[in-house]
C-alpha cells in the first residue's frame, strides 16, 4: 500500500516556527519526489512546494520562498517542511503528497495524499 502520513501541525502565532513531518510507507520511497500542499477555507488549494529524489526543491508558491524550507532524510523515511515567520493567511491544512515519480513537475499531479495536518497562525 502505497501511503503518506503529516504530522507536526497546531497553533502557533505569528512570527513563529513550526516543522512539519511527512512520513512515507509502503511503495512511497526515496525515490520519489514528495510535495507539500496546503488548503486554506474557502481557497484554492495551493501548489506549495516540492523535493524530488535527488533533494532539488522546486517552488510553486511564491509566498513561501525564503520562509519555507523542505528536506528529506530517506534514512528515517521522511520528508520535513520547515515553516518559519508564518503569518496569518499560511492558517490552512497542509497535505504532503507524491505522484511516485522522481521529479518535481513543472504542475504538480499528485495521486497519493497524507490526510493533512493543520496549522493555524493565530495571536
Known amino acids: 500500500e502505497v501511503q503518506v502520513a503529516e504530522s507536526g501541525g497546531g497553533l502557533v502565532q505569528p512570527g513563529g516556527s513550526l516543522k512539519l513531518s511527512c512520513l512515507m510507507s509502503g511503495a512511497v520511497s526515496q525515490n520519489h519526489a514528495i510535495g507539500w500542499v496546503r488548503q486554506a477555507p474557502g481557497k484554492e488549494r495551493e501548489g506549495g512546494l516540492c523535493?524530488?529524489?535527488?533533494?532539488?526543491?522546486?517552488y510553486y508558491t511564491d509566498s513561501m520562498k525564503g520562509r519555507f524550507i523542505i528536506s528529506r532524510d530517506n534514512a528515517k523515511n521522511e520528508v520535513y517542511l520547515w515553516l518559519t515567520d508564518l503569518k496569518p493567511e499560511d492558517t490552512a491544512v497542509y497535505y504532503c503528497?507524491?505522484?511516485?515519480?522522481?521529479?518535481?513537475?513543472?504542475?504538480?499531479?499528485?495521486?497519493?495524499w497524507g490526510q493533512g495536518t493543520q496549522v493555524t497562525v493565530s495571536s
Open positions: 523535493i524530488n529524489n535527488a533533494y532539488e526543491v522546486k
Open positions: 503528497a507524491t505522484d511516485l515519480r522522481r521529479l518535481c513537475w513543472a504542475t504538480p499531479d499528485y495521486s497519493t
